[in-house]
């Protein structure tokens, strides 16, 4: 573990789980002082009916609702925009932002900018902002992103294709509400995507350089879930009792990278989103297995341990053996899951690698990964999960 000299820990001040906790989200609402709320979400959400109960839900508490529906699966700078000029002629003093990492990104974009004026852009690196977004209930609808606990949000900047890293203290939600039952009917693909998100996220914040003790059992924990219950959860969607144990696995790994953040996986699983448009889950799938093998020599007991937490038995086993058995089983998940294996049967191609690798450099995530790369090392990387 790093020697770190002060350490902080970032969470929403009240986080709800399990079955039938969105029905509170109308009145914390009013507890905040909230009288008209912006519900920020996506057109799928929309079109299933789940924007309207959610809806009908605040305004039994007594507060009004304006619905942008809108968020896109890797929101963007326009869709900020538009969100804020909405949130701004609706007369809205709160946000609740429904679904996913996009629909959260997106909301709490809104939220940052509404309380400090500007655009997303000037918001870009860490802590650029002067006050707390406006009041933030988060709403999650999937199980991996764990975007409604931290103080990430990833934007992409439409006009040069790259994702902007806002790691804020202020765009941290007020409440986070895990409710499973609003995730039963999620497609298998769109739950193995988010889960191995949480893996990732598990992962990359156990082998940190700004790990601590407090974010290693987070991490540690959500990985010894993950495996057991995120091919239930794939198989058969309403299982509720795996649904149950990836909201906590994820919110695990998600508070256990809002305080350590994460590593070369998302800095360049951001450049695929941002160039691609990729969905980002699948992109950290694919890529995590060949930075964990990059990592291995600055982190050899940590990956033995993630082999353990992971269920593999290493009796016998050299550390680097276990480290390495570890990543295997990573890879075999993947393939188990339907993840797909490299991203040249998506579309990518050979001639933007280069480019690709020199935005992962500078992204904000990179910063705390366990073995500094060069620009080549990082090249090698993408050639590897091409």
Not at 61 to 82: C, H, L, Q, S, Y
Not at 286 to 294: D, N, S, T
Not at 360 to 383: F, S
Request: aromatic share 6%.
């Amino acid at each position: 573990m790093a020697i770190i000299s002060q350490s902080a820990f970032f969470n929403p001040s009240v986080n709800l789980f399990g079955q039938g906790t969105v029905n509170e989200v109308g009145t914390r609402l009013a507890g905040l002082g909230v009288t008209k709320a912006l519900l920020v979400s996506d057109e799928g959400l929309n079109a299933l009916g789940v924007v309207d109960q959610v809806a009908g839900i605040i305004r039994e508490a007594g507060v009004e609702v304006a619905i942008f529906a809108k968020a896109e699966p890797n929101p963007t700078d326009k869709n900020v925009a538009d969100g804020l000029e909405f949130y701004f002629a609706e007369n809205c003093n709160g946000i609740v932002t429904l679904g996913g990492g996009s629909s959260h990104d997106c909301g709490k974009g809104i939220g940052l900018v509404a309380a400090n004026g500007g655009t997303i852009h000037d918001y870009e690196g860490i802590d650029k902002s002067a006050k707390p977004m406006v009041p933030t209930v988060a709403i999650n609808t999937t199980a991996g992103t764990g975007s409604e606990v931290t103080r990430f949000t990833i934007i992409t900047n439409t006009s040069i294709k790259v994702k902007m890293a806002i790691v804020d203290k202020h765009v941290t939600p007020t409440v986070s509400i895990n409710d499973p039952l609003l995730m039963v009917k999620m497609p298998p693909s769109l739950t193995a995507a988010t889960g191995m998100d949480a893996l990732t996220h598990a992962v990359e914040a156990y082998v940190s350089t700004a790990a601590t003790p407090i974010t290693d059992a987070l991490a540690i924990q959500a990985i010894k879930i993950i495996p057991e219950f995120l091919p239930k959860a794939v198989a058969n969607g309403e299982d509720i009792e795996a649904r149950e144990m990836m909201v906590f696995a994820q919110s695990l790994a998600g508070m256990a990278f809002n305080n350590a953040s994460l590593g070369y996986v998302h800095a360049i699983a951001h450049q695929f989103g941002g160039f691609y448009n990729y969905p980002h889950g699948v992109c950290n799938a694919i890529l995590l297995p060949h930075v964990c093998k990059f990592n291995l020599i600055s982190q050899e007991q940590k990956f033995a341990d993630i082999a353990v937490a992971l269920g593999e038995n290493v009796e016998g086993l050299s550390v680097r053996e276990a480290a390495e058995k570890g990543i295997r089983k990573i890879e075999q998940m993947s393939k188990d899951l339907g993840i797909p294996v490299g991203f040249k049967g998506m579309g990518a191609k050979e001639e933007d690698i280069p480019t690709l690798a020199e935005n992962a450099m500078k992204d904000a995530c990179a910063a705390t990964n366990p073995r500094k790369a060069k620009l080549q090392e990082i090249i090698g990387i993408i050639q590897g999960a091409l």
